[in-house]
Each structure stands twice: as structure tokens, then as C-alpha cells.
């Protein structure tokens, strides 16, 4: 794979003297394995990552590995991480124990320390998890205070007759995504800068090795679109990966992400040369398998078919059964008796729901089927959507039940407002279709605990209606250093009494436009009581606003039971597929000049669920008086995403005064919209044509970005940016007459400040939605005040900037 480099020359070099040794004396020692290591020489190499103690695909895991192997005199399995930690119950309520077994059982010789390892923090990594592994635990880039490694850099193991050198790095994110407490004193230095520092150090030690490959802990934010093809991705971090590690990696392997690709990238510096870059996706439900063979330059290269990743899912059970391999039989008896050990206090039914709660599935895993997002693969089990970029039923719900946990009897403390989940804590999906015994519909203890795993007591923050805004900020990412993590965008699980819009192409922490609690604008002097995991509430998951709130206290419940209890309470749950964030944004001010005149066009988004259930949007309306105006919700030509481009080409009819203006989605799923009015002065006559039968619209002209107005220094580069372009021809047009004065571009203003407490009845009920709650929003050449903001009277437009 990599060309000629100092280490195949010193190979060549040491396989030349000890053939000439042989030659002169015969009756010498034979070189070593991997001297002797010959051009067409092969090694096989499995791997899995993120595995996260998910017994149930044990034996399926067992299988496909012992027979993948079972023919190949040279193997080796390893892991990218996360091995335990975020677990299933069966592992989690033996503290992981089952799943190290199990791995050592499959004979696992090295892995990559993901984040998950450190969850009980640095003492329980070094102490009762290495002491349990069989394997190393490898992370370069961990440094201790005195400024020595807290983990071994890397370790070479044995693949039959060939030496693999590992070197493994984890995510340099680690103290935003676990306790501060479990690391103190750790530093989490750059991955690719400390494994290169690594392979040099390995290098320089004269340690004897025939392949190299780098196992990082962190990877691409999507996964590839087709085997053998690279993860369209601009994530900074993977490209550093991808591009920056050591020639001398044979191969790199990824994790974190919960992504899959497996193709070959160019090795830098190295004209034609290219290696292997991997991710399997996550619980097992993949293996990767890598056969390179060493040419007769020295270098390992991947074999035409050797970069794959074998479907678990398809490990033929009764052949494993019948071969009856050692190691399968170790393994699998390992991940059942665990499995049976919890059946007891696994299978006790906490509550029933209706249909499918899930989280967000992404296009590459779903698609519209007759209407309504569907799964275009197999459901049920451990298979998950896991889009943590957009908001879903599941990860609202969890959100709910922490509000209502505070509003319990069983409370003494103070009852929160706002309840906050974070998407990368929803681990599982509740499935409609029973998983055992307990029927369609039951949920078990077991299932429940699946969703949120990490046993977290619920913490609840006092926030100021400002803090609360930067929070929603918070979702477009910036880590403890102001980059960019690999997941750029995190969308956060809120409670059902919270409603905003965005922006996401105008500058950062500036893209929060207006937000309501209870149906009231956000009071950004008020105080409101939030509540989310404490790991969320110590800043986790990179929400820095949390930390600079104030009584932070320990409610003493954990995420699970709030979660259990609250399934318990709401028997026959169905999902809402309200979104709490909508984004709006301004593509044309509309102009008027006697007859003259332009169209107001703007542009809706994210009004769609990716939870699997969720109704196809086919429009969005905006109503103003009596005109109403309406435009198909499809995908943009340029960008792909849905949204719809609705166009006012009659605003100017609309009588002087205020008005209330209301966005509609159909079919109509239960979001609203932060309620706003428009306020329209008059000018002189009006056109002749206004309140007769609407004539084709004008053609509207390209929209012009204005100017930014920001209150604070703006980022050049939104993270999420949605470039869209006006359509050619105008898509919506008047359904109802208006009459009145001719007015100037209206101007926005926002309702009375304020807002109250959230009730633990809410008004939105637990069942599918089915008529919309969408309150009125601002229409036209806007100038958009944030909700609430009382005294202040800094105006912030709506649209680009």
C-alpha cells in the first residue's frame, strides 16, 4: 500500500542478511515469522466498533467471525471502541462484565479506548476493565498530568505467522461526552498528531512488526452512499484523518460516529497509493474484514476483494451450531447465559404504546412509502436511525418525562419548566412488535432501560431566558477548543411546551430567532428551572450554556426510571411528530410602487419528522386576513432538502393596521410556530387591481442578501448552511379576495412579552397529532424581533445577512 518506505527498507534489509546468514550456516537459527514474511504473504484483519455491550447480536457476531476465519491461517480480531458502556441490559446490569468475556472468548487482541470506556471514569478503565481484558486498551492521544500516557499508544499482536502493530486513539471530545469528575487530571490531546507521534516512537524503539494499522476512536458524520465509495462529508476531523495520518498506516480503521464506509483513500504524500478507511456502523451488526497481501515493494495492500464489511445479520446459526468452533461455542454461551441471567428483571412490563417510537432516520435508512417515512431495511431489535442532526418523537418524548418526573408527589424539589435531552443519550428504539413474550405493545424494563442506558440522575439548572436561547444555539457545534466536532449539528429533545425557529444560514449564535414556553415569547430577564442528565447539565455533549447556570441540583431520580415511570403513567403512547425548531427564512422583500410591485417570498423548512411513522408534508399555507397562500413541500433542487418556497405576490392589499399571520403544514402533525404579527401602514392608493380575482403573479427577481446586522462578532462559516434560490415561477397564489389601503414592506413585531409554567397537563396530549397547533407567524419584507425581548429594542432581521 504505501510506497517504499524506511521501515520496508529495513525489512528487506533485515530478510537479506538473514538469508546470506543461512546461506554461510547452515546449520543457523531460522529467522523469525516476521522476517521470513515473503511477497504474496496474506493477513486477514477483523474488526468491529461501538459495540456497546449488545449481547443480543452475540451469537450472530460469534458466528460470522469463527466461520470467516475458520479457512485463514492469518487473523486477528480487533475493536475501534466503545465495547462497553451505553449497553444493553443484560450487559449493563452486570457492569459490562458478560461483554469483556465475550470479547475475550472471540479472541479480541487490541481496541481503540472509546469515550464510553472512560463512563465510570480513568480508575475503572485501568482498573477492573483491564483487568477483565484479555486485550490492550490503546489510546495515544490520553496524557496524565505529569505528562506521561494514561494508555498504552499502541501494542503488536500476533495474526498467525504475521505481526500487526496497532496504534489507537480516542475522540479528543472525551470530557464533553462523560463525566468531568471519572477524568480529572486527564488530557485529551489531538488523535492524529499522537498517533503519528506514535509510529515514530514505535519506529525508533526497533520493535519487529509487518503490518501497521491506526484504530481511532472518532470518524465521518454520515455514512457512504455505496460500498466501496467515500462518506460525503466536509467534517474536518476525519478529513485530518483521512489525510493527515502516517504513510505508514497499512490500513485505518474509525468509530464514534455510528457511521459505515469502507473503501480506499489516497496516502498522503504518495502519488497512486492508496489504504483502507473503515467504520462498520455500530452493536455488531457488521464486521469489518480486511485482507491485505505484501507485494514486492514491501507494502501490505488490500487484496481486489479483501475491504468489506460482512452482514451479521445473515451468520447461518445453525451451520455455527453444527461446526460447534470452540470459540463460537465459548462466546455465544457467554452472551446467553447473560441473556438469561436478566430475563427476570428484564421481562417486567413498565407500560404499552401504540405504534413505533424512534428516533429520526435518516434518507440513506428511510424513505416515504405510501405517505409516511418508512424504513427501507429491516426494523425491530438493535436497529436504530440514530440521525442525532435532526429532532425526534423518542428523543422529545424522554424530554417530557423529566419535566413530569419534577411535577411528581414523590418530588420535593423544585419543579422544572423546560426538560432537555440530548440525542446521542437515546440509545434504542421502542418497537410496536414484541421483541419476546410480553405481547405488541408492551414495553419491558429491559427495552426502557435500552433507550437511556447510562443510569444518569436528572439534574435541574436555573437557566435565564437569554442562557436558554444560547442553549438552542449550542446545537450548531463548537468543542472546548472552538472547532468544529464531527457531528457539526446536534438536535436537542426539548419538552412539548417549547417552540423556535431558526435560521441556520445566518452567522453563529445569531441563528435563534424566536422562541415560546407555553405559548408565551421566551422573557430573556426571566428564569426558567430546566432539566436534562447531569451529564448534560456539567456541559456534556458540548452544551456549554448549562454550566453558567445557577442551583444546579441533584433530583436524585435517574434518566431510566423518570423514562419507565412516565411510560407507566401514559399508557397507549403514540408518537407526535411535532417539531419543536422550524426554520424560516426570507428570500425576497417584496416592494410596492403604485401599480408596481414584487412578491414577498420566503422559504419553510424542517416542518418534516424523520421518525419512522411520520405523514409526507405535501404543503405549507401562510394566511394573513383573509388571503391565503400555499406552496408544495418537496425537495430543493439544489440542495435536496424539503422545504417550501411560498410566494405573497398580493401583500399589498392587506388594510393598514396589525395583522396575525398563521404557517400551516399539511397534513397538519402538531407543530407551531412562535406566534408574531405584521404590522402594514398605509402609503396612498391602492392598485386598481386589489380586490378583484388575483392575475398571474410577476415573475419575482433574484433575491439580494442584506447586509448583516449582528449584535456580536459572527462566525464567516455557518455550519449548517441552506443556500436556496428563488423558484423560476411563482408557486403560490391568493385563494381569497382582500381589499384595503395600499401599504408599505409591513414590519414584524413581536406579542407582549412573558411566559408561564409549564403545566403538568400539557396542552399538547401524548397521542398523534392530528390537527395543528400553529400559531401566527410574521409574513413579508420582515424585520424580526426575537420573542420576548421586552426593554431590548435592537431589531434583527429575518432572512439572509
Not at 510506497?3 to 538469508?19: D, E, V
Not at 386576513?625 to 435536496?640: I, L
Not at 391568493?734 to 414590519?747: I, L
Request: hydrophobic share 35%; charged share 20%.
Amino acid at each position: 500500500m504505501t510506497a517504499f518506505s524506511a521501515r520496508s527498507a529495513a525489512r528487506s534489509t533485515m530478510a537479506g542478511l538473514a538469508l546470506a546468514a543461512l546461506a554461510l550456516a547452515p546449520g543457523a537459527l531460522a529467522p523469525s515469522a516476521a522476517d521470513a514474511a515473503q511477497t504474496g504473504d496474506q493477513v486477514t484483519l477483523y474488526d468491529i466498533n461501538d459495540f456497546h455491550g449488545h449481547l443480543s447480536q452475540g451469537r450472530a457476531l460469534a458466528c460470522t467471525l469463527t466461520q470467516a476465519r475458520a479457512d485463514v491461517p492469518n487473523s486477528t480480531l480487533i475493536s475501534s471502541g466503545d465495547n462497553i458502556g451505553g449497553s444493553e441490559f443484560a450487559s449493563f446490569l452486570q457492569q459490562d462484565n458478560p461483554t469483556i468475556d465475550f470479547l475475550n472468548a472471540l479472541g479480541l487482541t487490541a481496541s481503540a479506548a472509546g469515550n464510553h470506556e472512560f463512563d465510570q471514569g480513568y480508575d475503572d478503565l485501568v482498573g477492573r476493565v483491564a483487568d477483565r481484558a484479555d486485550f490492550d486498551y490503546l489510546a495515544a492521544n490520553v496524557y496524565t498530568a505529569d505528562g506521561s500516557r494514561a494508555l498504552d499508544a499502541y501494542s503488536i499482536v500476533e495474526a498467525g505467522d504475521v505481526k500487526v502493530a496497532v496504534v489507537g486513539a480516542v475522540t479528543a471530545s472525551t470530557p464533553s461526552l462523560v463525566s468531568p469528575a471519572g477524568i480529572e487530571g486527564l488530557e485529551f490531546r489531538d488523535p492524529v498528531d499522537s498517533v503519528n507521534t506514535a509510529i515514530d516512537e514505535l519506529d525508533a524503539s526497533g520493535a519487529d512488526y509487518d503490518v501497521l494499522v491506526v484504530t481511532y476512536h472518532e470518524g465521518a458524520d454520515v455514512s457512504a452512499s455505496a460500498p466501496g465509495e467515500a462518506p460525503e462529508t466536509d467534517s474536518a476531523v476525519f478529513r485530518k484523518i483521512v489525510e493527515e495520518t502516517s504513510p505508514e498506516a497499512d490500513a485505518i480503521y474509525t468509530a464514534h460516529t455510528h457511521k459505515t464506509y469502507a473503501y480506499e483513500a489516497p496516502v498522503p504524500g504518495q502519488d497512486g497509493e492508496v489504504r483502507p478507511i473503515i467504520q462498520t456502523g455500530n452493536y455488531g451488526v457488521a464486521l469489518s474484514q480486511l485482507t491485505l497481501e505484501l507485494g514486492a515493494d514491501g507494502d501490505w495492500d488490500a487484496t481486489a476483494e479483501g475491504n468489506q464489511l460482512l452482514d451479521v445479520g445473515a451468520a447461518p446459526l445453525e451451520q455455527c451450531d453444527a461446526d460447534a468452533d470452540p470459540a463460537y461455542l465459548e462466546a455465544s454461551g457467554i452472551a446467553d447465559q447473560a441473556i438469561e441471567d436478566a430475563a427476570g428483571p428484564a421481562a417486567e412490563p413498565v407500560g404499552e404504546i401504540a405504534a413505533d417510537l424512534t428516533t429520526a432516520w435518516d434518507p440513506s435508512v428511510a424513505a416515504y412509502q405510501d405517505g409516511v417515512w418508512t424504513a427501507t431495511g429491516p426494523t425491530g431489535g438493535s436497529t436504530k436511525g440514530d440521525d442525532r442532526g435532526s429532532e425526534s418523537s423518542l428523543s422529545n418524548m424522554i424530554a417530557d418525562s423529566m419535566v413530569w418526573a419534577t411535577h411528581q408527589d414523590s418530588y420535593s424539589g423544585t419543579a422544572a419548566t423546560i426538560g432537555v435531552m440530548n440525542p446521542g443519550g437515546v440509545r434504542a428504539e421502542l418497537w410496536y412488535a414484541a421483541d419476546g413474550e410480553e405481547g405488541d405493545g408492551v414495553v419491558t424494563f429491559a427495552e426502557a432501560n435500552g433507550v437511556v442506558p447510562f443510569a444518569n440522575n436528572l439534574s435541574t439548572v436555573d437557566l435565564t431566558g437569554a442562557q436558554v436561547k444560547e442553549l438552542l444555539e449550542d446545537q450548531w457545534q463548537r468543542d472546548e477548543d472552538g472547532e468544529i466536532p464531527s457531528r457539526p449539528f446536534l438536535a436537542l429533545g426539548l419538552s412539548d411546551n417549547v417552540d423556535y425557529v431558526y435560521d441556520s444560514t445566518l452567522p453563529e449564535r445569531e441563528r435563534i430567532l424566536s422562541i415560546t414556553v407555553d405559548g408565551e415569547p421566551l422573557d430573556l430577564e426571566a428564569t426558567y428551572t430546566v432539566v436534562a442528565a447531569s451529564f448534560l447539565t456539567e456541559g456534556g455533549d458540548n452544551f456549554w450554556t448549562f454550566q453558567e447556570g445557577t442551583n444546579r441540583t441533584d433530583t436524585g431520580i435517574l434518566d431510566r426510571d423518570a423514562f419507565a415511570e412516565y411510560l407507566t403513567a401514559h399508557e397507549g403512547i403514540e408518537p407526535s411528530f411535532a417539531q419543536r425548531g422550524t426554520e424560516v427564512q426570507e428570500l425576497q422583500r417584496g416592494t410596492q410602487d403604485g401599480e408596481e410591485s414584487t412578491p414577498i417570498i420566503w422559504r419553510f423548512s424542517q416542518f418534516e419528522s424523520r421518525s419512522l411513522g411520520a405523514p409526507q408534508i405535501q404543503s405549507v399555507q401562510v394566511t394573513v386576513g383573509d388571503q391565503t397562500y400555499e406552496a408544495p413541500y418537496e425537495a430543493d433542487a439544489s440542495t435536496g432538502e424539503l422545504a417550501a418556497v411560498v410566494e405573497l405576490d398580493e401583500w399589498f392589499c392587506l388594510p393598514a393596521g396589525t395583522h396575525e399571520a398563521t404557517v400551516t403544514a399539511l397534513p397538519e402533525t402538531g407543530t407551531r410556530v412562535p406566534a408574531l404579527t405584521l404590522e402594514v401602514e398605509s402609503t396612498g392608493d391602492a392598485p386598481a387591481d386589489c380586490g378583484t380575482e388575483p392575475t398571474e403573479p410577476t415573475e419575482p427577481t433574484d433575491p439580494e442578501p442584506t447586509e448583516p446586522e449582528p449584535t456580536q462578532p459572527a462566525d464567516p462559516e455557518p455550519t449548517q448552511p441552506s443556500d436556496p434560490e428563488p423558484s423560476e415561477e411563482p408557486s403560490a397564489q391568493p385563494t381569497d379576495d382582500a381589499t384595503g389601503d395600499p401599504t408599505t414592506a409591513p414590519v414584524v413585531t413581536p406579542v407582549d412579552p412573558g411566559a408561564g409554567d409549564i403545566d403538568a397537563g400539557s396542552d399538547r396530549d401524548d397521542l398523534a397529532r392530528t390537527g395543528a397547533e400553529i400559531a401566527p407567524f410574521a409574513i413579508g419584507a420582515a424585520v424580526l424581533l426575537l420573542a420576548g425581548i421586552g426593554a431590548l429594542t435592537a431589531r434583527r432581521r429575518l432572512g439572509r445577512r
